[in-house]
């Protein structure tokens, strides 16, 4: 009879137990913040006369591995694909292939290995081994940025030692490295030597300048590695590619057709050979290689267009989008609007006035007109303005005004006809213009110390108008822009080595490097009633 009742008074205080340890939230711990890392590597890491055809990593906790034939990289690269696999607490790489004798490699990790529970990423680690006898332990470093400043991370960056122009397309680099998110790199463990230095994005990771479509940055010269010290900066570009096509002629809404070339093009031809009557008008983006075409003919199905420029022509179909009432496509209505910044005006700045679309002709018997109180002004100096960064039209609109006044600007109906001949309504618009105390007004000093290149600066607002463009002359610019608008503004100055006027990229087959871009890397922050100086000094390349 004993032992049922011991057997009961065991099992209710089990049940008592559990009931209470139900009750009570866990109070958990600290978030782990630690990246896993490596207590043991087989064959050890530095290892000499390495042999092997495995590399395992054993961690100090469980893992998980995130795209590792992506992530992980030797340097130099190996011939063929290595097998990775993940066992327990063990890491394994496997299928090395057959490896260079008395070569030092590499092998970085990038973002493959990160712990099970939280995720953190094991970063900068990194295991080297040599088939020779000791461990080149010569490095360099550099940065990567683009043509306009920015960084970009998982950069391709390569060592040659054939120093041919066509070994990056010939043949895997010796040493390969890849940029951080700040376009940093270094490349390590490297034999003494004399190399090419070339930066890629590599699109499609087969460690080979494919040319078209992968941007590319070089060192003007090779370089000798016989130290830890060197340090190298180099400037991504995309070149425009060795013959100009067609890339894509669409048509999104009724009468205009959108052009994409391969390269910026300078002086485009378009015929329409479907109709030898039809007009067009063209209007180019702020980098060339966009075109919008603007046509007449609102009902062809489709059209066939010679498009022709300097060493280049070719035809192309279109399908036409035309306009159908009972699918609620319709070409878009012609508006006229004034860019009025919150219904205030400079006095001493045109008004600046802007179309949906591009403008046929206007209608000198009619006048835009101006009132300021009971007195009328008649406006009669009109003057197009093209801003190829946004693809709009604008008419500047040059009138006598006075400060802190209010006016009313009155656009008669009939006034402007477009491409497609319409003409505009009637708008009325009222503003008033701004004191001289809520302007302000800046000083440009740009100082050009460098005598064997042409240089041009661009002025432009937060919204991306451009303000100013000048070619600047060797010695002291003195620019000065008054009555401006409080705002952020945005200088920069491009060399034009071709004298052009225009930036053009690089072309590494013919060791050309990209126009220098340098923009000021200051605030220019404008405020009210305020004077700021700003100074620029252009010593010469970087």
Same mark, same amino acid.
């Given at each position: 009879?004993?032992?049922?009742?011991?057997?009961?008074?065991?099992?209710?205080?089990?049940?008592?137990?559990?009931?209470?340890?139900?009750?009570?939230?866990?109070?958990?711990?600290?978030?782990?913040?630690?990246?896993?890392?490596?207590?043991?590597?087989?064959?050890?890491?530095?290892?000499?006369?390495?042999?092997?055809?495995?590399?395992?990593?054993?961690?100090?906790?469980?893992?998980?591995?995130?795209?590792?034939?992506?992530?992980?990289?030797?340097?130099?690269?190996?011939?063929?694909?290595?097998?990775?696999?993940?066992?327990?607490?063990?890491?394994?790489?496997?299928?090395?292939?057959?490896?260079?004798?008395?070569?030092?490699?590499?092998?970085?990790?990038?973002?493959?290995?990160?712990?099970?529970?939280?995720?953190n990423i094991m970063l900068n680690y990194q295991y080297v081994f040599s088939t020779g006898s000791y461990i080149d332990s010569f490095k360099i470093k550099g940065n990567v940025k683009d043509v306009n400043g920015k960084s970009s991370e998982n950069l391709l960056v390569m060592l040659y030692s054939d120093l041919s122009d066509s070994a990056v397309a010939k043949h895997r680099p010796n040493y390969n490295a890849r940029t951080d998110k700040d376009g940093n790199f270094a490349v390590d463990h490297v034999k003494t030597g004399i190399y090419k230095l070339v930066a890629l994005n590599d699109l499609n990771f087969n460690l080979l300048y494919d040319g078209a479509g992968e941007a590319i940055a070089f060192f003007d010269s090779s370089i000798t590695i016989s130290d830890t010290t060197g340090f190298y900066k180099l400037t991504m570009f995309k070149p425009y590619g060795e013959k100009q096509k067609v890339i894509s002629a669409e048509s999104h809404q009724p009468g205009r057709i959108l052009f994409s070339f391969f390269q910026p093009t300078q002086d485009i031809h378009v015929s329409n050979m479907s109709d030898k009557n039809a007009t067009g008008f063209l209007e180019y983006s702020f980098a060339r290689d966009t075109v919008t075409y603007w046509l007449n003919d609102l009902i062809s199905d489709s059209i066939m267009l010679a498009v022709s420029d300097k060493n280049f022509s070719d035809t192309v179909m279109v399908r036409m989008k035309k306009a159908n009432t009972s699918l609620h496509v319709s070409l878009p209505l012609f508006s006229v609007k004034t860019i009025i910044n919150n219904f205030q005006q400079v006095a001493s700045q045109p008004i600046v006035i802007q179309f949906s679309s591009?403008?046929?002709?206007?209608?000198? @018997? &009619?006048?835009?007109? /101006? !009132?300021?109180?009971?007195?009328?002004? $008649?406006?009669?100096?009109?003057?197009?303005? #093209?801003?190829?960064?946004?693809?709009?039209?604008?008419?500047?609109?040059?009138?006598?005004?006075?400060?802190?006044?209010?006016?009313?600007?009155?656009?008669?109906?009939?006034?402007?006809?477009?491409?497609?001949?319409?003409?505009?309504?009637?708008?009325?618009?009222?503003?008033?213009?701004?004191?001289?105390?809520?302007?302000?007004?800046?000083?440009?000093?740009?100082?050009?110390?460098?005598?064997?290149?042409?240089?041009?600066?661009?002025?432009? @607002? &937060?919204?991306?108008? /451009? !303000?100013?463009?000048?070619?600047?002359? $060797?010695?002291?610019?003195?620019?000065?822009? #008054?009555?401006?608008?409080?705002?952020?503004?945005?200088?920069?100055?491009?060399?034009?080595?071709?004298?052009?006027?225009?930036?053009?990229?690089?072309?590494?087959?013919?060791?050309?490097?990209?126009?220098?871009?340098?923009?000021?890397?200051?605030?220019?922050?404008?405020r009210a009633n305020w004077d700021i100086d700003i100074q620029m000094n252009i010593s010469g390349l970087k």
């Open positions: 009879m004993l032992k049922p009742f011991a057997f009961l008074l065991c099992s209710v205080a089990i049940i008592f137990i559990t009931s209470c340890a139900n009750q009570v939230s866990p109070t958990g711990g600290e978030k782990d913040e630690r990246p896993p890392h490596v207590v043991k590597s087989n064959p050890r890491n530095l290892t000499v006369n390495f042999s092997s055809d495995r590399i395992n990593l054993t961690f100090d906790e469980y893992t998980q591995l995130a795209d590792p034939a992506a992530q992980i990289f030797f340097s130099p690269a190996l011939d063929g694909k290595p097998q990775y696999r993940l066992h327990g607490k063990t890491f394994s790489i496997t299928h090395l292939g057959i490896l260079n004798p008395n070569t030092t490699y590499s092998v970085s990790f990038g973002n493959a290995i990160k712990d099970l529970t939280e995720g591009p403008i046929a002709a206007i209608n000198e @018997n &009619k006048k835009i007109e /101006l !009132l300021k109180d009971s007195l009328k002004q $008649t406006v009669n100096r009109l003057e197009m303005v #093209t801003d190829t960064i946004s693809n709009k039209r604008f008419i500047a609109m040059h009138a006598i005004m006075e400060e802190k006044k209010k006016y009313t600007l009155i656009i008669p109906d009939s006034l402007f006809s477009d491409v497609y001949g319409r003409f505009n309504d009637s708008s009325l618009v009222s503003f008033s213009t701004l004191e001289k105390s809520e302007l302000g007004n800046l000083n440009l000093k740009i100082a050009v110390a460098d005598s064997s290149n042409l240089y041009f600066y661009e002025f432009r @607002n &937060k919204a991306g108008d /451009l !303000l100013g463009k000048h070619t600047l002359k $060797t010695g002291t610019n003195n620019l000065v822009f #008054t009555s401006m608008a409080p705002g952020n503004y945005y200088l920069r100055v491009i060399q034009d080595a071709n004298r052009n006027n225009h930036w053009d990229t690089g072309d590494y087959w013919k060791h050309l490097q990209p126009e220098e871009i340098i923009n000021y890397n200051g605030d220019i922050s404008l």
